[in-house]
């Protein structure tokens, strides 16, 4: 069975940092790209950002770039993203999500749980 369990978010005043994890098991984990897409609260989903099987290569989204830091350590069964200069609007719900294929944007088959994110004064 396939299981991502994040972790890390929390209440960060803007301008802020936080690193989100996410830990998979019950497939081979460093056969698939990963990727993190978030949920603002009353909006759709949106990809924030995906990493290929070994790590190297990553994509962002336009609003991320420079801010964000997708990483994953394949001994760990593990991925991260680092979250820089933070803004209100980044503010989501944050979700692990496991690709189809060895590079991001092949499409998405699991979720994990999510964990929320806010940022505010």
């Known amino acids: 069975e396939v299981q991502l369990v994040e972790s890390g978010g929390g209440l960060v005043q803007p301008g802020g940092s936080l690193r989100l994890s996410c830990v998979a098991s019950g497939f081979t984990f460093d056969n698939y790209a990963m990727s993190w897409v978030r949920q603002a609260p009353g909006k759709g989903l949106e990809w924030v950002s995906g990493i290929s099987w070994n790590g190297g290569s990553a994509l962002y989204a336009e609003s991320m770039k420079g801010r964000f830091t997708i990483f994953r350590d394949n001994a760990k069964n593990t991925l991260y993203l680092q979250m820089n200069s933070l803004k209100s609007d980044d503010t989501a719900v944050y979700y692990c999500?496991?690709?189809?294929?060895?590079?991001?944007?092949?499409?998405?088959?699991?979720w994990g749980q999510g964990t929320q994110v806010t940022v505010s004064s």
């Open positions: 999500a496991k690709d189809l294929g060895v590079n991001p944007v092949a499409g998405l088959d699991y």
